[in-house]
């Protein structure tokens, strides 16, 4: 590790991930990329350029040791601070109230969203709150503000990740930690392909039905997230705070 200021993202090896460690590691940070899978992620030096400033390390956002390892591995580089918190990790699956065993994958689904968000706050902010200073940003979605048909898990786990994220904002506020959330719209990940099928998925800039939803024409891409990701981490102000950021292209005001 090089760099003096850490970022660690989680769930590294998917769309958002991939995008937001190329982001943080063009700014100048020494980006920490986590996931379960490993095999993913030994893929990420071929693919992302600065590898000097990368590390990658296996972890389970679902296991508080895990979580521990990675941390306390990241503390033990002299002259280096873990500064920013990426809580990018989740999975996605459809999930019918009237579905059966719909229980058991719902409690997968909110135990990496919403509870390995939680475990890598707790963590992570300990350490951030004795340097008086960090960033917290979790990847949310416009399913936690309006909910999904067939989503419900997932939506859930957004929701509590949301208001997680204003919680600990009011909590780590005094410490100089800030946190924020980004809450995306429709975006084409390989993600997306695991909750519809590849046919229903309207092509960007070829579809009534999108310029119709999305002010701006189209579907949103992981290079949007990784955008907003890399202001609020760079950014100097400590005055966006507690913020939920939309990132939908104006669906929320868009005609159906």
Same mark, same amino acid.
């Given at each position: 590790?090089? #760099? +003096?200021?850490?970022?660690? !993202?989680? $769930?590294?090896?998917?769309?958002?991930?991939?995008?937001?460690? %190329? /982001?943080?590691?063009?700014?100048?940070?020494?980006?920490?990329?986590?996931?379960?899978?490993?095999?993913?992620?030994?893929?990420?030096?071929?693919?992302?350029?600065?590898?000097?400033?990368?590390?990658?390390?296996?972890?389970?956002?679902?296991?508080?040791?895990?979580?521990?390892?990675?941390?306390?591995?990241?503390?033990?580089?002299?002259?280096?601070?873990?500064?920013?918190?990426?809580?990018?990790?989740?999975?996605?699956?459809?999930?019918?109230?009237?579905?059966?065993?719909?229980?058991?994958?719902?409690?997968?689904?909110?135990?990496?969203?919403?509870?390995?968000?939680?475990?890598? #706050? +707790?963590?992570?902010?300990? !350490?951030? $709150?004795?340097?008086?200073?960090?960033?917290?940003?979790?990847? %949310? /979605?416009?399913?936690?503000?309006?909910?999904?048909?067939?989503?419900?898990?997932?939506?859930?786990?957004?929701?509590?990740?949301?208001?997680?994220?204003?919680?600990?904002?009011?909590?780590?506020?005094?410490?100089?930690?800030?946190?924020?959330?980004?809450?995306?719209?429709?975006?084409?990940?390989?993600?997306?392909?695991?909750?519809?099928?590849?046919?229903?998925?309207?092509?960007?800039?070829?579809?009534?039905?999108?310029?119709?939803?999305?002010?701006?024409?189209?579907?949103?891409?992981?290079?949007?997230?990784?955008?907003?990701?890399?202001?609020?981490?760079?950014?100097?102000?400590?005055?966006?705070?507690?913020?939920?950021?939309?990132?939908?292209?104006?669906?929320?005001?868009?005609?159906?």
């Amino acid at each position: 590790m090089t #760099a +003096s200021q850490i970022a660690l !993202v989680t $769930g590294a090896a998917g769309g958002f991930g991939t995008a937001i460690c %190329a /982001s943080l590691l063009e700014v100048g940070y020494h980006v920490v990329a986590t996931d379960i899978n490993i095999d993913a992620l030994e893929g990420l030096i071929e693919r992302l350029e600065h590898p000097a400033n990368l590390t990658y390390m296996q972890m389970d956002v679902c296991d508080l040791d895990s979580v521990q390892e990675v941390v306390d591995t990241i503390e033990q580089r002299e002259n280096a601070s873990l500064s920013v918190l990426i809580n990018n990790a989740g999975i996605i699956s459809k999930n019918f109230c009237l579905q059966e065993n719909s229980t058991i994958d719902a409690k997968k689904i909110i135990d990496v969203n919403l509870i390995g968000a939680i475990n890598c #706050a +707790s963590i992570v902010s300990r !350490v951030m $709150g004795r340097q008086r200073y960090g960033r917290i940003i979790n990847i %949310a /979605s416009v399913a936690g503000i309006w909910g999904a048909s067939g989503g419900s898990a997932y939506a859930a786990s957004k929701a509590g990740l949301i208001k997680a994220s204003e919680s600990w904002a009011r909590e780590l506020g005094p410490l100089n930690i800030v946190v924020t959330a980004i809450a995306p719209g429709i975006c084409v990940t390989d993600m997306l392909g695991k909750f519809v099928s590849k046919d229903q998925v309207p092509k960007t800039g070829e579809s009534k039905i999108v310029k119709s939803i999305v002010p701006t024409g189209r579907l949103g891409n992981p290079n949007d997230v990784s955008e907003v990701v890399t202001f609020l981490a760079t950014c100097k102000t400590d005055y966006i705070n507690g913020t939920v950021i939309a990132l939908d292209g104006g669906m929320r005001v868009g005609q159906l």
